[in-house]
């Protein structure tokens, strides 16, 4: 059975950094292309990181590149997105998943199968 667990969400403050973590069970992580995703209140879910499951490439939104690094512990079946200077306007629910293939690089088209329940990040003073 295919399931992913994220944790590490929580409250921090704007400039501060959180790590997010999405294991994976019942399949093996580095064999698929996993993403990052954030729904906020009110809007539409986006695509946020994505590390191709053949080579580790990693891919960013805009919005968050130079920030977030998306990496993966291929012996603990995990994928992190280390999250720095944190803005107020990163506060959503975030989700990691198995991306479908071809979508992985175009980070905002991501296209996602098999998704964890989410784990909440809020960045507020």
């Known amino acids: 059975q295919v399931q992913l667990v994220e944790s590490g969400g929580g409250l921090v403050q704007p400039g501060g950094s959180l790590r997010l973590s999405c294991a994976a069970s019942?399949?093996?992580?580095?064999?698929?292309?996993i993403g990052w995703f954030r729904q906020a209140p009110g809007k539409e879910r986006e695509g946020v990181s994505c590390?191709?499951?053949?080579?580790?490439?990693?891919y960013y939104a805009d919005s968050v590149k130079g920030r977030f690094t998306i990496s993966r512990d291929n012996a603990k079946n995990t994928v992190y997105l280390q999250m720095n200077s944190l803005k107020p306007e990163d506060t959503a629910v975030y989700y990691c998943?198995?991306?479908?293939?071809?979508?992985?690089?175009?980070?905002?088209?991501?296209?996602?199968?098999?998704w964890g329940q989410g784990t909440q990040v809020t960045v507020s003073s």
């Open positions: 998943a198995t991306v479908l293939p071809l979508t992985c690089s175009v980070v905002h088209r991501m296209s996602g199968d098999s």
């Open positions: 590390i191709s499951g053949s080579y580790g490439s990693t």
């Open positions: 019942g399949f093996t992580l580095a064999y698929y292309n």
